[in-house]
């Protein structure tokens, strides 16, 4: 079965740049689009990367994606971090038979 | 605006039905698949199913763990997709979100896109 892990925590300071990482168990990272959702607290998720490295309307340039064959991870890469980028990260991707996400990354922003 | 309001969800007991809806408004409805996803109270997101268009047959997909109990139909002329969930259990406890997003032929794959803001199920005698 597919499985997309994560790590569970990340924290950076505001300003810094910090990189999520999103790793495949089986099949290429490259085979099917990853995306990256945002989800702050008491909220329902939001979409901000799509289709490995696009972002969608109203998502700022600080947030890019990206994927490493090499690793067959993807990477979800926030710069220039704010206090209101503190959420839970969920990639997510797919195969022939099922959809998976990723079981998340707490960003503290401190 | 793309909006997806979900209804149906609240308290019931283990055994038992319930269906839930997701109302779209804001973009063609009937050229769009349609998903559902759960949260357990402080848990990640899990994939409940999908739903193609009429375009690919309307056919869906559901994850292995749901073992047949959950269905997904859509009403196209009505703009509402629809997860009837039976035989409940007390882990079928969760936030529902409904999304809609792009189906991909050739992979078989969804990704979802817009995301409705929930609606809470409790399973509990």
């Known amino acids: 079965n597919l499985m997309l892990t994560q790590p569970q925590s990340v924290s950076e300071s505001p300003g810094k740049t910090v990189t999520i990482s999103c790793t495949r168990s089986?099949?290429?990272?490259?085979?099917?689009?990853v995306q990256w959702y945002q989800q702050r607290p008491g909220s329902c998720p939001t979409t901000v990367i799509y289709e490995d490295n696009k972002r969608p309307s109203g998502v700022p340039d600080r947030f890019s994606g990206s994927i490493d064959s090499s690793s067959n991870s993807a990477s979800l890469t926030i710069s220039g971090l704010k206090t209101e980028d503190e959420a839970d990260y969920y990639c997510h991707s797919y195969d022939s038979r099922s959809q998976v996400f990723g079981g998340g990354t707490k960003l503290t922003v401190l | 605006e793309v909006q997806l309001v979900e209804s149906g969800g609240g308290l019931v007991q283990p055994g038992r039905s319930l269906r839930l809806s997701c109302t779209a408004s804001?973009?063609?409805?009937?050229?769009?698949?349609m998903s559902w996803v759960r949260q357990a109270p402080g848990k990640g997101l899990e994939w409940v199913g999908f739903i193609r268009s009429e375009a690919y047959g309307g056919t869906t997909g559901y994850a292995a763990s749901l073992k047949g109990r959950f269905t997904i139909s859509r009403d196209d002329s009505k703009s509402i997709a629809f997860l009837q969930m039976n035989s409940l259990k007390t882990e079928d406890t969760a936030v529902y979100y409904c999304t809609s997003g792009t189906y991909y032929y050739l992979s078989s794959g969804f990704s979802p896109h817009y995301w409705g803001q929930g609606t809470l199920v409790t399973v509990s005698s």
């Open positions: 804001g973009f063609t409805f009937g050229d769009y698949a």
């Open positions: 089986s099949g290429s990272i490259a085979s099917n689009y």
